[in-house]
């Protein structure tokens, strides 16, 4: 009893060493907006310590997709082929430009964090070397939608390469979402926002 007991008390005193130690850990330049969303889904935040701290847990997924793109297409053509149930006026060439010339063949991931993110956190982890990407152009999400229609229906898709600046100076990107069988092209806000753990970030191989 006594070497059980001395057991049980090594085993909590080494666990409550290791959560002083995830405490110390814990970056203290995390955003306010994305440090608010990880409280108020306690869920989301212990599967994702699962996945970082047990054997074999993996902190993102991807999901890869090959697009045939035609960057010469205007942006109305493009959202008419789409066949969406609501497109936002925003949605347009003047407030959407490529520099971009050209068709090209590219593949196309969607990467999912599993957790709220924060914008300037999806766009280093693309350009890390797990992924060696950059974020995907309006272009490439609306020949994504094109080709993968049923897609969107199960979780939003955003696109962080393509930027327009509202009337007030609001900096927006497009996204590809869903509410049950219908699909919607709509804008949302590129900074200061924390994006929910639904949504994927369509990125561009390099």
Same mark, same amino acid.
């Given at each position: 009893m006594a070497t059980r007991h001395g057991t049980a008390s090594q085993v909590t005193g080494s666990y409550v060493e290791f959560q002083a130690a995830v405490l110390r850990a814990?970056?203290?330049s995390i955003d306010p907006d994305? #440090?608010?969303?990880? @409280?108020?889904n306690g869920e989301?935040?212990?599967? %994702?310590l699962r996945? #970082?701290?047990l054997p074999n847990g993996k902190q993102m997924a991807d999901d890869t997709y090959s697009l045939f793109v035609d960057y010469g297409e205007s942006v &109305?053509? #493009? %959202?008419?082929?789409?066949? *969406?149930?609501?497109?936002?006026?925003?949605v347009n060439s003047?407030?959407? $430009? $490529?520099?971009? /010339? !050209?068709?090209?063949? /590219?593949t196309v991931e969607l990467v999912h964090f599993h957790r709220y993110v924060s914008t300037s956190e999806v766009l280093r982890a693309l350009d890390t070397a797990r992924h060696r990407c950059r974020p995907a152009e309006l272009h490439e999400l609306l020949a994504f939608g094109q080709k993968y229609p049923e897609v969107q229906?199960?979780?939003? /898709? %955003? #696109?962080? !390469?393509? /930027?327009w600046r509202n009337q &007030?100076? $609001?900096? @927006?990107?497009? *996204?590809? !979402?869903?509410?049950?069988?219908?699909?919607?092209?709509a804008t949302h806000y590129w900074i200061n926002v924390a994006w929910g753990e639904i949504c994927r970030f369509a990125a561009v191989r390099k």
């Open positions: 814990l970056p203290r994305v #440090a608010l969303g990880w @409280m108020r989301s935040l212990a599967r %994702v996945n #970082a701290l &109305e053509d #493009a %959202v008419k082929l789409g066949l *969406y149930d609501c497109a936002s006026g925003d003047k407030n959407f $430009t $490529t520099k971009r /010339i !050209g068709k090209a063949d /590219i229906c199960k979780f939003p /898709i %955003v #696109a962080l !390469g393509s /930027i &007030e100076g $609001t900096r @927006m990107v497009p *996204y590809l !979402g869903g509410d049950g069988s219908k699909r919607n092209l």
